[in-house]
């Protein structure tokens, strides 16, 4: 949770002192957890609190009870395999490249579902609501919504793994994510010569389409320091494509359009028009002799997931962004 200790209830605090210490390494699997009369005392409340508390620890897949026992933080059976879900919003080619490279890697380690939450706030909610105790390990791409930390906070922080975006969620959780506005930049800086060619750039960023604003910023910053023309449209699918002119092209039908009209007017990406794309995919290897790209390495980011997989330690990582070069530009 995201919310001040002291703002927390007693309940609260009994649950997220434990995720804590779960998550830390304070607490291992198979070890037992206070019991219900020793943390009412701790905590100067009721046994019904800790009750609640250690009933929602259990719905959530945190602890289980023994009779006569008392409470353990659950151990998995040796050699069975973790549970994962992962939640990301939509499978485009660039998390095809993820997906596959990270299954490669840990299928011996791990089951993995996928739903999707394609940037809505209320499915996400959904799948979280139905599905968080069933898995040992949650993996989400994050989004830009108000309302974002409260549905993750659902989730103990120790089961979850960010990728490729954290929007507005902090460091307790775990990550391996892009930097979409220093990243961006970054990469524009490396095609600079480039783009000079032209004599003006155009961005097609789709409105509402959930992609992160940071990546806008970062264009505009890379323009503004290097005095280039450029223009920040919606969508290219009203907008003459002029010869002469550069295209950054966040959404992939956008791409489609451009090179459509290329075809049309017999004009070589790369001379008459320069074609830049957002994130790679095979496709982009080899349509059009080569598509330039500005993309994370997903690879990399896979390989680091599976460490974090095999390994189980904490990880917050910052996976680049680059600019591959090919004849479009």
Known sequence: MNRKKESLSKSEQIIA????????????????????????QKYGVARKTVVRAYEKLKGQGVIESKPKTGFFVINKKPNSKLKVLLVIHSFDGHWEILY???????????????????????????????????????????FNHPRIRSVVARIPAYKVLLVSRKDRLDDSYNY???????GTYKALCEAKNQVRKYQ????????NAGHSETLKQGFLKFCDEFLIENT???????????K??????????????????????????????????????????????GISVVSCNFEMMA???????????????????QFIERNSL
């Open 17 to 40: 002192s434990i995720t804590e210490s779960v998550r830390l390494g304070k607490i291992v699997p198979g070890q037992t957890i206070p019991s219900i009369n020793i943390t009412a």
């Open 100 to 142: 596959n490279n990270f299954y490669a890697k840990v299928s011996g380690y791990c089951d993995i579902e996928i739903f999707f939450h394609h940037y809505n706030i209320k499915v996400l909610e959904l799948i979280i609501n139905r599905s968080v105790a069933d898995y040992d390990l949650v993996i989400i791409s994050s």
């Open 176 to 182: 391996i994510i892009q930097d979409f506005y220093e």
């Open 200 to 207: 003006k750039i155009n961005l097609s960023f789709p409105e």
């Open 232 to 242: 920040v449209v919606h969508s290219f699918k009203d907008v003459e494509i002029k």
């Open 244 to 289: 002469g002119e550069a295209y950054f092209l966040i959404n992939d039908n956008d791409l489609i359009r451009v090179l459509n009209v290329c075809k049309v007017r017999n004009w070589i990406p790369g001379k008459e028009v320069g074609v830049l794309s957002y994130n790679e995919t095979p496709l982009k290897q080899v349509i059009r002799d």
């Open 303 to 321: 390989n680091e997931m599976a460490s974090f997989i095999k390994e189980q330690k904490t990880i917050h990582k910052i996976i680049p962004i």
